[in-house]
C-alpha cells in the first residue's frame, strides 16, 4: 500500500532536524512512506481558505498547527490522492523498523491506526484516504470554532478521537513508542532497526528531552 506522511510546520526547525530527516530516509522511507513537508504559512493558510472557508489561526512556535491534524486528509486532498494512507508524525520522533509493528496487512482492516493506548496520537498515526476519513473532524459541531482558535486546544486527543469511537469506523489504538518517558532513553539504532535497551522497539518520542537521542 502507498502511505504518505503531512507535516505542516512554521516557525525554526529544531536543531536536530538534519539527524531526523536523515533517520526518515533510512527507516519510514525505505518502508514505503513518503513525505509532504510544508514550511510556508501563507501556503496553508490559502489552502484552508480553499478547502474550509477560513484562514487558518496558526501562528508560528505555538503548536496550534497541530489542532489541523484531523484535516490534513481534506486540506492535502490533490497531493495525496493515489495514496491509500496519510499519516502524521513529530520531529521529536526516531524510527526504526515501522512496518514490523504496523505491516499492512493489519493496516488495510483499519480506518484509523494510533500511536497511543487511548486516543489518536499526533507523534505517529495513519488515517485512510477516503472521505469518510478526511472528513470525520467535521462531525464535532464546534470543529469551525475549534480551527479558528488561535489558542492550541489539543482537540485531536479528546473530541475528535470521542468521534471517531462513536462514527462506526474501525480504528485501533496502540502504545508503541518503546518507552517515552525519560530523560535518558538508552536507544540504539542499527540497519534499519532501533533498540530500547535491548529491545527492539518501532519508534521513541523524545519529547521529554527534546534532545535528538541516537
Not at 522511507?29 to 478547502?51: D, M
Not at 480504528?171 to 530500547?196: D, I, K, V
Request: charged share 20%; net charge neutral; hydrophobic share 35%.
Amino acid at each position: 500500500m502507498k502511505k504518505v506522511i503531512i507535516t505542516p510546520f512554521f516557525g525554526p526547525l529544531p536543531p536536530w532536524f538534519d539527524q531526523f530527516k536523515e533517520n526518515f530516509h533510512q527507516t519510514l522511507a525505505l518502508q514505503g512512506y513518503e513525505w509532504i513537508l510544508t514550511t510556508n504559512l501563507n501556503s496553508f493558510n490559502y489552502r484552508c481558505l480553499n478547502k474550509l472557508g477560513f484562514k487558518s489561526s496558526v501562528q508560528p512556535e505555538t503548536g496550534k498547527v497541530w489542532d489541523y491534524r484531523g484535516s490534513l486528509g481534506l486540506l492535502y486532498e490533490e497531493e495525496i490522492a493515489g495514496f491509500d494512507y496519510w499519516g502524521t508524525v513529530d520531529f521529536d520522533m526516531c524510527f526504526g523498523d515501522v512496518n514490523q509493528w504496523f505491516p499492512d496487512k493489519e493496516l488495510e482492516r483499519l480506518d484509523i491506526w494510533s500511536n497511543h493506548h487511548s486516543y489518536v496520537n499526533g507523534c505517529f498515526s495513519l488515517y485512510r484516504n477516503c472521505k469518510e476519513v478526511n472528513e470525520l473532524f467535521k462531525l464535532f459541531p464546534l470543529w469551525q470554532r475549534v480551527l479558528q482558535n488561535p489558542t492550541a486546544l489539543g482537540w485531536i486527543e479528546r473530541e475528535y478521537s470521542r468521534c471517531l469511537e462513536a462514527s462506526g469506523l474501525k480504528y485501533r489504538y496502540s502504545f508503541f513508542q518503546g518507552w517515552p518517558y525519560t530523560t535518558t532513553p538508552n536507544l540504539r539504532y542499527e540497519a534499519g532497526h532501533l533498540f530500547q535497551d535491548g529491545e527492539e522497539i518501532p519508534m521513541f518520542h523524545f519529547r521529554r528531552s527534546k534532545r535528538w537521542p541516537l
